[in-house]
């Protein structure tokens, strides 16, 4: 999305009475200094008082564990609540962001490239400013890359895990040590064919 659309959601939402006047003051004082221009309206930028942020996920002990690991502490550091959200699936909630106004929805927990593409091709990114991200100098340029290749010049996520899957395997019929020689490829052995 371009900067005047952008502008001009900003002024739609004011005036739908969906923003008050000292919030839009603030983001339009916000996107004069992102440019380096002074505003009248700059004061209100710097005295924005962010009292919320919400997260969008896939709920579940998942969510629980962000509440009692992540948001907690964050809000125990800052003073800012973390709202929670949930989705059923990446389309349903593309769809909402896409409806919404703009600073609805904040950050989300998605699954992956794909998702990213399409945020991306949607203008619904931001560039993140990687400096403030502390542990982001340990991530592996692996999980990054496929962010990058996508927006060259820029990350909007970061991958949250490795991304690793587990195998439960039945030891009455597989030992450890098949196990650890075939691993996932024991998934279409033909031995195995019909073993419940």
Known sequence: MDNTKRYER??????????????FLGLIGAAGLAYGVQTPFAKFAQAQDVKQVRFDGWGGVVSEAFRKHAFDPYTAET???????TFAGGDEYLAQVRSSQEGEYNIAHLSGVFDYARYVNFGLT???NLDNIPNM????????????????????AVPYDYGTTGLAYNRKY??????????ASILIDAAYKGVA
Request: charged share 35%; no cysteine; glycine share 8%.
């Open 126 to 128: 931001v560039e993140l």
């Open 10 to 23: 900003l002024l739609d939402r004011y005036r739908n009475g969906d923003l008050d006047r000292r919030n």
């Open 137 to 156: 100098a340990l991530v592996m340029d692996a999980l990054t890359n496929a962010f990058r290749r996508v927006t060259p010049d820029y990350l909007s």
């Open 174 to 183: 597989i030992s450890d040590e098949e196990m650890k020689e075939k691993g």
């Open 79 to 85: 003073g800012i609540t973390v709202v929670d959200g």
